[in-house]
């Protein structure tokens, strides 16, 4: 069975310092991962996906994450937060035959002054 | 403008009343997929469907149905709808397959937000 973790379930920093969320995902096959933002009272938008070219994965608004085969890992990374990147943020794993998707159970970024 | 509509974005129902979701989506994409979102469990998939006439079960499929008569709608259809229903639904389409390998971007409607008394 596919799964996806996400070890937190709310981050909070300071804007202007790193932000990591952490993403592990469970696959037999090579997967398809992505991350997705939701704002609040929003859809979702994809920030970044990893598809088995490069492992480091640059995403939109300064995000990026890197996979990590051995790790099973797809951790979500930026080098500042700024306020507006407050929101709530999803893990998603594709295997097989890439129809089937499975999120993660999200991860709340609070952005403090 | 490229997007994914869904209709109606709000609706409160009484059990068992019978009730149609509709999403379309204008980028002649070939899968359509729709999720539940459930505070603490993320999204989670529920039918998808990679072209017309071609429908298959996600993870949690019951008490759904859908249909893909035409390449840019697909309903989600509550035949006897319940609380345990109530919930925030996305309807979403992508490329498939996918022309770069692997799954493709998943584009997302805003969301309907059912209520069931």
């Known amino acids: 069975a596919q799964s996806v973790t996400q070890l937190d379930s709310h981050v909070s920093v300071s804007e202007g310092t790193p932000v990591l969320l952490r993403c592990n995902y469970s696959?037999?096959?090579?997967?398809?991962l992505f991350w997705y933002v939701q704002h609040p009272n929003k859809g979702l938008q994809l920030l970044l996906k990893?598809?088995?070219?490069?492992?480091l994965v640059k995403g939109i608004n300064g995000f990026e994450a890197e996979f990590k085969k051995s790790e099973t890992s797809f951790h979500l990374t930026k080098p500042s937060a700024h306020m507006s990147d407050a929101a709530e943020y999803f893990c998603?794993?594709?295997?097989?035959?890439?129809?089937?998707?499975?999120f993660g159970s999200g991860t709340k970024l609070n952005v403090k002054p | 403008e490229a997007q994914v509509t869904q209709n109606p974005r709000y609706l409160i129902t009484v059990t068992g009343k019978k009730l149609t979701v509709t999403c379309s989506q204008n980028?002649?994409?070939?899968?359509m997929s729709w999720y539940r979102q459930d505070p603490g469990l993320g999204l989670r998939q529920i039918y998808y469907?990679?072209?017309?006439?071609?429908?298959d079960k996600g993870d949690v499929p019951e008490g759904y149905k859908v249909s893909r008569k035409e390449k840019r709608n697909f309903p989600l259809i509550l035949e006897s709808p319940s609380p345990n229903q109530t919930s925030l639904y996305f309807c979403?389409?992508?490329?498939?397959?996918?022309?770069?390998?692997?799954?493709?971007?998943?584009?997302f409607g805003p969301g309907t937000r059912l209520t069931v008394l």
């Open positions: 979403a389409s992508s490329l498939y397959p996918n022309p770069s390998g692997g799954a493709d971007t998943q584009y």
């Open positions: 696959s037999s096959y090579s997967p398809s």
């Open positions: 990893y598809t088995s070219a490069a492992t």
């Open positions: 998603v794993v594709s295997v097989d035959n890439f129809n089937k998707f499975y």
């Open positions: 980028m002649n994409h070939e899968y």
């Open positions: 469907s990679m072209n017309v006439e071609v429908t």
